[in-house]
């Protein structure tokens, strides 16, 4: 089972930041955070992953609160090419990727 | 140049044949996956590869079995497919023991 929570869906208007929450109140002291997105029929894209800092690359900023239990994926301008599935993932022990259900983010116009 | 290539795209078949599906990638990379995802969307690993090596062997009906030929390749060889085999196929590798991973465009199998 995933061992994170995330909303089902979420809607964000075009060139506004999408932030994305997710939390994973049962990780362990050295359990990254994984952050990937699945385009509608494309296979899922690696977009970002922490352990305890925030983290930011050309795709994404990820904020982790400082006790580890939730972080926030945030896409700073948001285009209508980021529709997408979006997964938070914390790898299980055997270091394989869970993936949930994930958060649907629907960018309009 | 494709990363992570899988053929076919598109795989129609009856009950009961037998079919692989191939997957390569040019990174380099020492591991390499294989994932379904049904069709309720829920994406979940089958196996995984390090150096030709089954190290992650998923509860997968002993029908389904990954070959790796080299590090480079990893294919999926079904038998007796069944309905419930539809499903989108995606190969993915990575660095070993790194989870930052690249996927495949992912094969439609559909079992009539």
């Known amino acids: 089972d995933a061992k994170t929570t995330q909303p089902p869906s979420m809607d964000c208007a075009e060139g506004r930041a999408a932030n994305l929450p997710c939390n994973h109140s049962?990780?362990?002291?050295?359990?990254?955070v994984y952050w990937y997105r699945q385009i509608h029929s494309q296979g899922p894209q690696y977009i970002i992953h922490?352990?305890?800092n925030n983290e930011t690359n050309e795709m994404a900023s990820l904020i982790i609160t400082e006790d580890r239990k939730s972080s926030t994926l945030i896409l700073p301008h948001a285009t209508l090419r980021d529709t997408a599935v979006y997964y938070c993932?914390?790898?299980?022990?055997?270091?394989?990727?869970?993936f949930g259900q994930g958060t649907t983010l629907q960018v309009k116009p | 140049d494709t990363a992570v290539s899988q053929t076919p795209k598109y795989l129609v078949t009856q009950m009961g044949n037998d079919k692989s599906i191939k997957c390569e990638q040019n990174?380099?990379?020492?591991?390499m996956y294989w994932y379904k995802q049904d069709s309720k969307k829920f994406l979940k690993i089958m196996f995984s590869?390090?150096?030709?090596?089954?190290?992650i062997n998923e509860t997968v009906p002993n029908r389904f079995s990954p070959k790796s030929p080299d590090k480079a390749h990893l294919n999926l060889h079904i038998n007796s497919l069944e309905l419930g085999d539809s499903a989108v196929y995606f190969c993915?590798?990575?660095?070993?023991?790194?989870?930052?991973?690249?996927f495949g465009p992912g094969t439609r199998l559909t079992v009539l």
């Open positions: 993932i914390v790898e299980d022990v055997a270091g394989k990727l869970i």
């Open positions: 590869y390090n150096n030709k090596e089954l190290i």
């Open positions: 049962t990780i362990s002291g050295n359990e990254y």
């Open positions: 993915a590798s990575s660095r070993r023991s790194y989870n930052e991973q690249f």
């Open positions: 990174l380099g990379h020492d591991t």
């Open positions: 922490g352990l305890k």
